[in-house]
């Protein structure tokens, strides 16, 4: 009976217990933190982001409000918090008194913006996830974006003066059943357990072409800025031919189903 992503005390506790645990861990890191002695500020984490994208799920205010308060309450409070959302959904999202960002994907940056400073005329300009690449879902093909069109437009987000977060920057790995899915008018799209997404650098950590294309619109825009040579790519192991002798077909191999 519980209900996600609201003020139903079940889920409200959970998400309490987890926040605090995690300010265990991280919230010392905060740039706002006093220097532990080495002459530098608190850490690497600048901003601090409330909840994702809530406003294309619902528009309950008190809750984004009460997500805050635990937010605070595991000691983040020493570093900039905001709300992200895509264009439409900010007012379902956003708290009167947080900076706002925009989420899009390649082509909407001029509309995206727009749609920000109309509804924030006076607040940062931000994109808070560019999607420089997509997933990939079980049973289609590794996602081939185009890098050309969004070195392009993170040019064009640069010479406006506009802040832009990418998404993703580096790819990874889900493990387990933790994926996640996409659900669209063409269906359920379950992502497979690579989050290498198609981003400039890759899954295992080397540079895809795009790497270059983005490094050369950050470099056009600071042309005075001296950029370090990239580092060698990591060795990839070689793997001898492989021969398979046997197979044993999933549905034969599996128990029966447990309803969940």
Do not use: C
């Not at 294309?56 to 918090?81: I, N, W």
């Not at 997509?134 to 802040?163: C, K, P, V």
Request: charged fraction near 15%; avoid cysteine.
């Amino acid at each position: 009976s519980i209900v996600l992503r609201s003020l139903d005390p079940k889920f409200m506790d959970a998400a309490g217990k987890y926040l605090k645990r995690l300010g265990q861990e991280v919230a010392p890191l905060q740039v706002g933190r006093p220097s532990t002695g080495s002459g530098q500020g608190g850490g690497p984490i600048i901003a601090i982001q409330l909840e994702n994208e809530y406003g294309s799920f619902d528009k309950d205010h008190a809750y984004v409000a009460a997500v805050r308060e635990q937010f605070k309450a595991a000691g983040f409070t020493d570093a900039l918090m905001y709300d992200a959302d895509n264009p439409g959904d900010y007012d379902n999202g956003a708290l009167a008194d947080l900076p706002v960002v925009t989420n899009f994907g390649p082509g909407n940056a001029q509309k995206a913006f727009a749609s920000l400073k109309e509804y924030r005329p006076n607040g940062p300009l931000m994109s808070g996830e560019y999607w420089a690449g997509w997933f990939d879902a079980w049973g289609t093909r590794h996602a081939n974006t185009n890098g050309q069109q969004q070195a392009d437009e993170i040019a064009w987000m640069l010479a406006q003066g506009y802040s832009f977060n990418l998404y993703m920057f580096h790819g990874g790995t889900s493990f387990g059943y933790m994926s996640g899915a996409n659900f669209d008018r063409n269906g359920y799209k379950p992502d497979v357990s690579s989050y290498d997404y198609d981003s400039a650098l890759d899954e295992a950590g080397r540079p895809a072409p795009k790497f270059a294309l983005f490094r050369n619109a950050i470099q056009q825009h600071e042309p005075t800025l001296v950029l370090p040579p990239m580092p060698a790519p990591l060795p990839a192991i070689d793997i001898p031919a492989i021969t398979f002798t046997s197979q044993a077909p999933l549905w034969n191999a599996l128990p029966a189903a447990v309803h969940s």
